[in-house]
């Protein structure tokens, strides 16, 4: 007798995911699979995590290598693949340090410590605040939550944290206003709202911004933990839009399908953590910084290329859909507002074999970066169909 998974998730598992109709069992690159044997085309990679798919050979025998030699120890002492992994970022980068997490969440909880921390060793109690976005989305702990700047997301949780306020996204005289008539230490943004609904900022906006964030001593954040790992066609989205960073957090890609997390320091802050100022247990891990090197590696040129031409054609794909108002996005993370019901587009989508998601009311794809071009076409003929079905 089959066993009934959505029954026992309902009985026994925080009802916090409203799940799709699919129990996925396996896989192999694009292509998954539910306990029933059907089949699905994956244009959702775990949330812009998978970014060359599941069970991908390289990272699963980088990951197998590690799990045979070491497969955690405390950071009291060092470990081969944590020092490797931080060298190849810094490098790719031109960051100066490295701090590892496990989450997003983490990772941008460890930026937000580190911001008020510099401004507070230069400019002492009281300049805390950090401008975030409206529709930004940073994480789910109590900070990184309160530095969304979505309401609906504030409901229920509070009372929040002090200091953080909200400027309109494209809007520079927003952030200024708001950076003088409060006592800012940081500006943090995504340069590609993911979750507020993959919506890429304004390059004019950005780099007004960083002028100004700069010539004030306050300190740029940008979050890139699902932008990162070559989703929007750059390694770091920022590279897009040729600025430079104070403090860098990303996840999601970078571990491939293990939980992990980075965040990168320019030389403006490379100092200000010291000794017992932060840490954590398991980040860093050699098992996931082993698999995190894998991935790291082969985020090359060809491939953030071919990232790009690829978004190009789901771009365009999509804009010949009569069902279809606009596309937003870079990459291969691609926002969709549709004419028609989402819920309805997502169902009849993971009915008829692909793996789609949402995002703020717009249906978002985040295709693995190496899908090949026969799936991807096959994909988004079948996407396409059922936007378009009477």
């Known amino acids: 007798m089959a066993m009934d998974f959505e029954t026992m ?38 949330i812009a995590v998978n970014i060359f798919g599941v069970c991908d050979d390289v990272w699963k025998q980088a990951v ?16 081969e693949p944590q020092v490797l992994l931080a060298k190849m970022l810094c490098e790719r980068t031109g960051m100066k340090k490295v701090f590892f997490a496990n989450s997003g969440a983490e990772a941008n909880e460890c930026a937000i410590k580190t911001a008020r921390k510099y401004s507070h060793d230069k400019y002492g109690e009281g300049r805390y605040t950090i401008i975030t976005l409206k529709n930004s989305f940073h994480g789910r702990t109590m900070a990184t939550l309160t530095a969304c700047g979505q309401e609906s997301l504030h409901e229920d949780f509070g009372p929040f944290l002090d200091g953080f306020v909200y400027a309109e996204p494209d809007n520079f005289e927003s952030v200024k206003s708001l950076a003088e008539s409060h ?57 897009n839009y040729g600025i430079h960073p104070d403090i860098v957090t990303t996840a999601k890609g970078l571990g491939g399908g293990l939980p992990f997390a980075a965040v990168l320091f320019a030389d403006s802050c490379q100092h200000t ?103 991807l076409k096959k994909g988004m003929a079948i996407v396409c169909s059922v936007i378009d079905e009477k």
């Open 183 to 239: 006592k800012v230490c940081a500006v943090m943004m995504e340069m590609v709202q993911g979750e507020g609904g993959v919506h890429p900022l304004d390059p004019a906006f950005v780099k007004a911004v960083e002028e100004y964030a700069h010539a004030h001593d306050i300190l740029v954040i940008v979050d890139e933990v699902q932008t990162g790992n070559g989703r929007t066609g750059a390694l770091y989205a920022y590279m």
């Open 273 to 375: 953590l010291t000794d017992h100022t932060h840490g954590s247990t398991f980040g860093g891990n050699p098992i996931c910084a082993a698999g995190a090197i894998s991935i790291l590696k082969r985020i090359d040129d060809p491939l953030l290329a071919d990232v790009r031409e690829k978004g190009a054609y789901i771009k365009a794909q999509l804009e010949a859909c009569q069902n279809v108002e606009s596309v937003s996005g870079m990459g291969l993370m691609i926002g969709v507002k549709l004419k028609k019901d989402l819920a309805t587009v997502v169902n009849e989508c993971v009915d008829k074999g692909v793996l789609v998601l949402t995002a703020n009311g717009l249906l978002r794809l985040l295709p693995p970066l190496n899908i090949p071009w026969d799936v």
């Open 64 to 79: 197998i290598d590690q799990l045979n030699k070491l497969s955690h120890i405390s950071n009291v002492f060092y470990t």
């Open 9 to 46: 998730d309902k009985e026994y598992i925080v009802n916090v995911y409203n799940r799709l109709d699919a129990v996925i069992d396996h896989g192999k690159g694009s292509i998954l699979y539910d306990v029933n044997g059907k089949e699905y085309i994956d244009f959702s990679a775990g």
